[in-house]
């Protein structure tokens, strides 16, 4: 499967606990996004990587909230000292810019975290 | 700033009934429109796209959707819907630079009745 993947599927932690995501982009997309979706709504914007630059951030990203590309590849989202307002899915996606279709962007499954 | 609405949160229909989602978004510039489709227990896919030309696109499984520059709306429509058109749609724009970051409407549930 070429597809963007994402582990773990699902996590279960205890508030103030410390979570982390890996996304696995497409492998020749150089850029990468993190959303998060609640319940009933649409996808938000959090993040995205352009090869290992981490070019823009979302007011919605706090202090508790980290990521990383290294090396231009996969990426992980952390969450520190979590709270129960932190429940969400968290979606990765990537693109290929420069090309025709700069702007499509192909979603992996998503990680659902509950805080308990 | 940038928003999408979606005028359905929750649509009801028989199969082969004709289907039409509202979108709705605000920005001036030029923008690159979207509509994704969550099927249960699946991931967001692609549906179908404009990014210029022709404002009418077809996207895959019979959808297709009108761009309106003049009343800001991009809406999905399909003339007969079937039991596995059920799934969750969702509108999306890019910003206003160029990263790409695509800002999404609340979503519509589709539930196609057999």
């Known amino acids: 499967d070429t597809g963007v993947s994402q582990n773990p599927r699902h996590k279960i932690t205890k508030r103030g606990q410390n979570v982390t995501f890996r996304c696995d982009p497409i492998?020749?997309?150089?850029?990468l996004y993190w959303y998060r979706q609640t319940l009933g709504q649409g996808p938000e914007f959090l993040t995205y990587?352009?090869?290992?630059?981490?070019?823009?951030k979302s007011r919605l990203l706090s202090d508790r909230f980290s990521a990383e590309r290294p090396k231009g590849s996969f990426s992980t989202l952390e969450i520190q000292r979590t709270e129960q307002g932190d429940s969400a899915m968290y979606l990765c996606?990537?693109?290929?810019?420069?090309?025709?279709?700069?702007?499509?962007?192909?979603f992996g499954p998503g990680t659902r975290l509950t805080v308990t | 700033a940038q928003s999408v609405s979606q005028h359905n949160h929750h649509v009801i229909l028989s199969e082969a009934a004709s289907l039409e989602l509202g979108c709705n978004y605000s920005y001036g510039g030029t923008v690159n429109l979207f509509w994704y489709v969550q099927y249960p227990g699946q991931h967001l896919q692609l549906l179908l796209k404009?990014?210029?030309?022709?404002?009418l696109v077809k996207g895959i499984k019979g959808f297709e959707a009108e761009f309106i520059k003049s009343k800001f709306s991009f809406n999905l429509r399909k003339p007969s819907v079937q039991w596995s058109d059920t799934a969750e749609y969702f509108c999306a724009v890019t910003s206003s630079s160029n990263t790409g970051k695509l800002i999404f409407g609340q979503g519509t549930t589709l539930q196609v009745k057999p």
């Open positions: 492998s020749e997309h150089n850029r």
């Open positions: 996606a990537s693109s290929s810019a420069g090309q025709g279709h700069s702007y499509e962007q192909y």
């Open positions: 990587f352009q090869n290992e630059a981490q070019l823009e």
């Open positions: 404009y990014f210029s030309g022709d404002p």
